[in-house]
C-alpha cells in the first residue's frame, strides 16, 4: 500500500467515526403540533326519509342526536300517540319527542357516529296547576337526568312549535310539587352537551314559555 493510499484511508475513516453521532433522527425539545386526531365518525346526516308506520299519524321534528360529542339534529318523522280525553297538545307531542331520542338510531346512523343518551323508560306527564303554559313534567326530575340526556331533551323541545312560543328556555318540572325550571339550547350546550347546568332557573307561576321571568336561586 503506498503513502497516498494509507492517507485516503485514514481520512475516510475520519470522516466514518465523525458521521455515527448523526445517524437516524436527531432528539429534539421543540413541541410538534400534529393537530387533532382525525374523527372516526362521519356525523354525516343521513337522507331525510319521512317515513312511519302505515296508518299512523306524525309530525315532521328535529330529534337532537350525540355525535362526536356534540348534539347534531336529524330530521325524523315523529308518530304521535293516540289522544285520549285527558292529555292535552303539548303532553301528547312531549311525549312523542321523548319516544324518539329513547328510539335507538338506524343502522346507518349508528355507522356515522349518531347515538342517544335519553333513558328509555322517561315519560312526559300534564303540567300542575300554576306552572307556566308549554311546561312538560318529565317522570323523573330533570336535574337527576346525565347532563347529555337532558341536553338532547332541552334542544329537542326547544324547536317544537307546540312547546315553545318562539325562540326560548323549555320549561320542565319532576313529578313532584317542585317549581318548574327553564333550560336554554345554546350553542355553548350544542357543542358541549355534557356541561349543561344541572339546575335551570325557577320560573314564576302564570308566565309562558317563550318569556320566562327566572327566580333567582341560592348558589
Do not use: H, N, Y
Amino acid at each position: 500500500m503506498t503513502r497516498r493510499s494509507a492517507a485516503v484511508l485514514a481520512a475516510l475513516g475520519l470522516f466514518a467515526l465523525g458521521a455515527l453521532p448523526g445517524c437516524g433522527i436527531r432528539a429534539t425539545t421543540v413541541p410538534v403540533d400534529v393537530g387533532a386526531a382525525p374523527s372516526r365518525v362521519s356525523c354525516k346526516k343521513p337522507p331525510s326519509t319521512p317515513t312511519g308506520p302505515s296508518g299512523v299519524q306524525g309530525i315532521r321534528a328535529t330529534v337532537e342526536m350525540v355525535c362526536g360529542a356534540q348534539l347534531v339534529g336529524v330530521e325524523r318523522l315523529v308518530p304521535i300517540p293516540e289522544k285520549k280525553p285527558s292529555r292535552d297538545a303539548v303532553v301528547l307531542v312531549g311525549q312523542a319527542l321523548l319516544e324518539a331520542l329513547q328510539r335507538e338510531p338506524s343502522a346507518e346512523e349508528r355507522e356515522a357516529g349518531f347515538t342517544t343518551e335519553v333513558p328509555a323508560g322517561l315519560t312526559a306527564g300534564a303540567p300542575r296547576p300554576g306552572d307556566p303554559a308549554g311546561t312538560v313534567r318529565l317522570s323523573r326530575k330533570p336535574e337527576d337526568l346525565p347532563p347529555v340526556a337532558l341536553s338532547q331533551i332541552v334542544c329537542t323541545l326547544s324547536e317544537s312549535d307546540a312547546l315553545s312560543a318562539g325562540p326560548g328556555p323549555v320549561v320542565l318540572g319532576g313529578p313532584d310539587s317542585d317549581p318548574p325550571r327553564a333550560w336554554e339550547c345554546s350553542d355553548a350546550v350544542r357543542s358541549r352537551p355534557e356541561a349543561v347546568p344541572t339546575l335551570g332557573d325557577v320560573v314564576r307561576p302564570g308566565t309562558t314559555t317563550g318569556a320566562p321571568t327566572p327566580v333567582p336561586t341560592k348558589s
